[in-house]
């Protein structure tokens, strides 16, 4: 298993979780299986594939640049953990 | 910049928000100054189960741009998810453009004190706005507000090759970028309303013993004005060569990776924020919910066929077709296209370049930047200055009467004549009229006359002077002298 458990803590970072050393141990036992899993795929021929970029095979799908009606500002806000007058509160940014 | 220590090295990172009505991915109004969360839907918001779906008139104005700069347009370009979380980005991804952009290897031409630098685009490519978030101040400090509005707005941006060499190199970058990017109206490029945003990457190269060494790069961030730009990287560049001296870490050293700072206007600082997160920690993986964009190269003729006379090849036509300066043309193409099509209208109109260039750029230029306008806002079509300035030169109006003219047309209005007339300003050309004048100048200064018969010919001065105020100026000098010569001959 190649999957450390430094990657296992700094995904975590990216992801916003906050792990346990227990947990970061179960993680990187549990994340790796699936990584070596998944690794399997490398094994299969692709030399002459062309990359995928989407499913199906459509593109070019526009549209015109006219405005449409957009929310009601109570309706954007509905879901919001936390409003502050017309604004999303969350707790502080300090970058 | 010949006397540093170091060589600079500076690339530049220019997001310009395109010119559109609604968002990129959805209806919603990109409008300026909106009420907080007024102009979002589920697409922006990113609610489960809404599509995004592209906005052809961003993606036209994308490669107008693209090809403006010289770039080459890919015949297939998709959109990918950027990957990370942050209050003022609803969906916990970005869609931006990853391995396969729409456009790359262009470049722009600018101004430098050595003539003309050629900087290389690395490439340009499309993407989606984060949110705003506000800081309360004197609040409760807890909380941070987001507005989403901007959220899914249109961005372009446009990635130069490290090739910049001084500061002021690169605000001639930023300057040219934005006449090129106003002139095709992609953007307004107003960086007091962000749209228009840098961010440069800035290292510096020592020489040594051993040849020459990079410092680590640091991406210089919250850049707002042109002159935040030139003095961050001057600050920068000098904070990297004092922590060299100090710790004598390279580019590309062990541990070493590239970092993220803040410029502090008010302090006119750098402040080195973390370690950046590298292209993997983005997770970047192409988003389902677009389809791909194929261009054909007959969509490309349809845009190019848009771009009209760009601004470099402005210069050298407007230098050439009405000689006039490099300074000169400087000032006028800085402008815009409009204002250099009111300088051709009022070339051709008045039939004289040059003092169509000398009427432009210092009585019109600074009542526009007293009135903080637009030529398109300005009261008097070029016909119209074009007229006054025939009249100036036909009837011998001096340049300041010219200038009370143009001060009263602007102000009040009418045409050149009728402001001449108002103003008293009509020529005193009627021979016999100002013969009288000339003869009743004469009587009442019976002493500058005797003078002048007994030689003094400085005399007639004083006579002259006193016809002169008679008319208000308006009398030809030399029709005045003709006469009173007469006039004097005969006394
Ligand atoms: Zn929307």
Same mark, same amino acid.
């Given at each position: 298993?190649?999957?450390?458990?430094?990657?296992?803590?700094?995904?975590?970072?990216?992801?916003?979780?906050?792990?346990?050393?227990?947990?970061?141990?179960?993680?990187?036992?549990?994340?790796?299986?699936?990584?070596?899993?998944?690794?399997?795929?490398?094994?299969?021929?692709?030399?002459?594939?062309?990359?995928?970029?989407?499913?199906?095979?459509?593109?070019?799908?526009?549209?015109?640049?006219?405005?449409?009606?957009?929310?009601?500002?109570?309706?954007?806000?509905?879901?919001?953990?936390?409003?502050?007058?017309?604004?999303?509160?969350?707790?502080?940014?300090?970058? | 910049?010949?006397?540093?220590?170091?060589?600079?090295?500076?690339?530049?990172?220019?997001?310009?928000?395109?010119?559109?009505?609604?968002?990129?991915?959805?209806?919603?109004?990109?409008?300026?100054?909106?009420?907080?969360?007024?102009?979002?839907?589920?697409?922006?918001?990113?609610?489960?189960?809404?599509?995004?779906?592209?906005?052809?008139?961003?993606?036209?104005?994308?490669?107008?741009?693209?090809?403006?700069?010289?770039?080459?347009?890919?015949?297939?370009?998709?959109?990918?998810?950027?990957?990370?979380?942050?209050?003022?980005?609803?969906?916990?991804?970005?869609?931006?453009?990853?391995?396969?952009?729409?456009?790359?290897?262009?470049?722009?031409?600018?101004?430098?004190?050595?003539?003309?630098?050629?900087?290389?685009?690395?490439?340009?490519?499309?993407?989606?706005?984060? !949110? @705003?978030? #506000?800081?309360?101040? +004197?609040? =409760?400090?807890?909380?941070?507000?987001? %507005?989403?509005? *901007?959220?899914? /707005?249109?961005?372009?941006?446009?990635?130069?090759?490290?090739?910049?060499?001084?500061?002021?190199?690169?605000?001639?970058?930023?300057?040219?970028?934005?006449?090129?990017?106003?002139?095709?109206?992609?953007?307004?490029?107003?960086?007091?309303?962000?749209?228009?945003?840098?961010?440069?990457?800035?290292?510096?190269?020592?020489?040594?013993?051993?040849?020459?060494?990079?410092?680590?790069?640091?991406?210089?961030?919250?850049?707002?004005?042109?002159?935040?730009?030139?003095?961050?990287?001057?600050?920068?560049?000098?904070?990297?060569?004092?922590?060299?001296?100090?710790? !004598? @870490?390279? #580019?590309?050293?062990? +541990?070493? =990776?590239?970092?993220?700072?803040?410029? %502090?206007?008010? *302090?006119?600082? /750098?402040?080195?924020?973390?370690?950046?997160?590298?292209?993997?920690?983005?997770?970047?993986?192409?988003?389902?919910?677009?389809?791909?964009?194929?261009?054909?190269?007959?969509?490309?003729?349809?845009?190019?066929?848009?771009?009209?006379?760009?601004?470099?090849?402005?210069?050298?036509?407007?230098?050439?077709?009405?000689?006039?300066?490099?300074?000169?043309?400087?000032?006028?193409?800085?402008?815009?296209?409009?204002?250099?099509?009111?300088?051709?209208?009022?070339?051709?109109?008045?039939?004289?370049?040059?003092?169509?260039?000398?009427?432009?750029?210092?009585?019109?230029?600074?009542? #526009?930047?007293?009135?903080?306008?637009?030529?398109?806002?300005?009261?008097?079509?070029?016909?119209?200055?074009?007229?006054?300035?025939?009249?100036?030169?036909?009837?011998?109006?001096?340049?300041?009467?010219?200038?009370?003219?143009?001060?009263?047309?602007?102000?009040?209005?009418?045409?050149?004549?009728?402001?001449?007339?108002?103003?008293?300003?009509?020529?005193?050309?009627?021979?016999?009229?100002?013969?009288?004048?000339?003869?009743?100048?004469?009587?009442?200064?019976?002493?500058?006359?005797?003078?002048?018969?007994?030689?003094?010919?400085?005399?007639?001065?004083?006579?002259?002077?006193?016809?002169?105020?008679?008319?208000?100026?308006?009398?030809?000098?030399?029709?005045?002298?003709?006469?009173? #010569?007469?006039?004097?001959?005969?006394?």
């Amino acid at each position: 298993m190649s999957l450390t458990v430094d990657d296992t803590r700094w995904v975590a970072h990216l992801a916003r979780l906050q792990l346990a050393d227990a947990e970061l141990a179960t993680m990187t036992r549990q994340l790796g299986a699936i990584l070596d899993y998944v690794t399997q795929l490398q094994q299969a021929r692709t030399d002459n594939v062309e990359p995928l970029a989407h499913p199906l095979p459509i593109h070019n799908v526009f549209r015109d640049d006219s405005p449409a009606p957009s929310l009601s500002v109570d309706a954007a806000l509905a879901n919001a953990p936390q409003r502050r007058d017309n604004f999303f509160a969350v707790p502080a940014v300090l970058d | 910049m010949a006397d540093l220590p170091y060589r600079i090295v500076i690339g530049l990172e220019v997001h310009v928000q395109l010119l559109t009505q609604t968002k990129l991915f959805c209806g919603c109004s990109t409008r300026f100054g909106q009420p907080p969360n007024s102009a979002t839907c589920p697409v922006c918001l990113g609610l489960p189960g809404a599509l995004p779906v592209m906005n052809r008139r961003a993606f036209d104005l994308a490669v107008k741009a693209a090809l403006a700069l010289n770039c080459r347009i890919a015949s297939f370009t998709k959109w990918d998810r950027k990957n990370y979380y942050y209050p003022d980005l609803p969906k916990n991804y970005q869609i931006s453009q990853y391995d396969l952009p729409f456009s790359s290897d262009g470049h722009l031409d600018i101004q430098t004190p050595e003539g003309t630098k050629r900087i290389g685009i690395i490439r340009a490519h499309l993407e989606e706005d984060a !949110g @705003k978030l #506000l800081h309360e101040e +004197g609040g =409760s400090g807890k909380d941070s507000l987001v %507005d989403l509005n *901007r959220t899914g /707005t249109p961005l372009l941006e446009i990635v130069s090759q490290p090739e910049l060499s001084a500061p002021e190199e690169a605000k001639a970058y930023l300057e040219e970028l934005r006449l090129l990017l106003k002139a095709l109206e992609i953007s307004d490029c107003e960086m007091q309303e962000g749209s228009l945003r840098c961010d440069a990457n800035v290292n510096i190269h020592v020489p040594h013993a051993d040849g020459v060494a990079a410092t680590p790069i640091v991406e210089v961030k919250n850049l707002n004005s042109f002159r935040a730009v030139e003095r961050a990287i001057k600050f920068e560049a000098n904070r990297q060569y004092g922590q060299f001296q100090s710790d !004598g @870490k390279k #580019l590309g050293d062990r +541990g070493v =990776s590239k970092a993220t700072a803040g410029w %502090d206007d008010v *302090r006119g600082v /750098t402040v080195v924020q973390r370690r950046k997160e590298e292209a993997s920690d983005y997770r970047y993986f192409p988003d389902p919910d677009l389809v791909p964009i194929e261009v054909d190269s007959a969509w490309i003729a349809e845009v190019r066929a848009l771009l009209g006379e760009l601004p470099a090849a402005q210069r050298t036509r407007l230098q050439s077709q009405y000689a006039l300066s490099a300074y000169d043309t400087e000032v006028i193409t800085r402008q815009g296209r409009p204002f250099v099509a009111y300088f051709e209208e009022l070339a051709r109109g008045c039939g004289d370049a040059a003092e169509a260039k000398n009427w432009l750029t210092n009585e019109i230029l600074q009542t #526009l930047n007293d009135r903080k306008s637009d030529v398109r806002a300005f009261p008097q079509p070029a016909d119209a200055i074009a007229e006054l300035i025939r009249e100036a030169k036909a009837t011998g109006l001096n340049k300041q009467r010219a200038r009370d003219v143009y001060a009263h047309m602007v102000s009040e209005g009418g045409t050149a004549k009728e402001v001449i007339k108002k103003l008293g300003f009509t020529p005193v050309t009627d021979e016999g009229q100002l013969r009288d004048i000339v003869r009743r100048a004469m009587a009442a200064n019976a002493k500058a006359v005797t003078d002048f018969k007994n030689g003094k010919v400085k005399a007639a001065d004083a006579i002259k002077g006193a016809v002169m105020r008679e008319t208000k100026g308006m009398a030809r000098t030399e029709m005045v002298q003709q006469i009173l #010569l007469e006039e004097l001959q005969r006394a």
